[in-house]
């Protein structure tokens, strides 16, 4: 029961660097997330989806872009890395909207120097 | 907009002691409430939500909470806690009418003393 998966689980940027996480559902979720944690806080919200082709920013989308060609997959691109950026990220997906339980993967972390 | 204030941030307790972790949200607008889990090096995990109905929620290992819309609260609880529940804990608000987006608190940390 794989759930939700990301990959890579641990990398290190160089500043100005690009690199896209990868996640990916085989629960058939409509609904998928992103979400950053940085150190003592909780998580905010990237991006989401609400489905195949439709995707909307969240509370801190900058420096971030995303994609949604298919149901189970929903990679996070990381344009022009900053230290700012350094954090845990975290996907999820839900089956429907408003109420519905969030399923997280187990993070990816991580770090620009 | 919504927020959500949770008052510690590191809560020690001893095993098999009883434990109470407070919330506190800010909105306009009715919203659903949340605790999730995070044991070490995981993602996170529902513990219990609140969407309607009896005001009292019981949620997987023992653990139970309480939504008072007078107080804004939904503090979670338990009579009894293990080693194993020894992990952060997120309580988290959504709107009802809108794409299930969470608003998280800062966390608190439990820490079960043997």
């Known amino acids: 029961n794989a759930g939700v998966t990301q990959t890579p689980k641990f990398r290190i940027l160089k500043i100005g660097q690009s690199m896209t996480l990868q996640c990916t559902q085989d629960m058939n979720h409509n609904y998928m997330y992103w979400y950053r944690q940085d150190p003592g806080m909780g998580l905010k919200l990237i991006y989401y989806?609400?489905?195949?082709?439709?995707?909307d920013k969240g509370e801190v989308p900058n420096g971030y872009n995303v994609s949604r060609s298919t149901t189970e997959d929903f990679p996070l691109r990381l344009e022009l890395a900053a230290p700012s950026q350094t954090s845990v990220y975290f996907c999820?997906?839900?089956?429907?909207?408003?109420?519905?339980?969030?399923?997280f993967g187990e993070g990816s972390w991580l770090t620009v120097v | 907009a919504q927020s959500v204030t949770q008052l510690d941030s590191q809560v020690p307790v001893f095993e098999e002691a009883p434990v109470e972790l407070r919330c506190n949200y800010s909105?306009?607008?009715?919203?659903?409430l949340f605790w999730y889990v995070q044991y070490p090096n995981q993602g996170l995990q529902l513990l219990l939500k609140y969407l309607s109905g009896s005001t009292l929620v019981k949620g997987i290992n023992g653990f139970e909470a309480e939504f008072n819309k007078s107080q804004t609260s939904f503090h979670l609880r338990n009579p009894s806690v293990h080693i194993s529940d020894t992990a952060e804990y997120f309580c988290a608000v959504s709107d009802p009418s809108g794409a299930n987006n969470l608003f998280f608190g800062t966390g608190t940390r439990l820490t079960v003393i043997p």
């Open positions: 999820a997906s839900s089956s429907s909207g408003s109420g519905n339980t969030i399923y």
């Open positions: 909105s306009s607008v009715s919203v659903y």
């Open positions: 989806s609400v489905g195949a082709g439709i995707t």
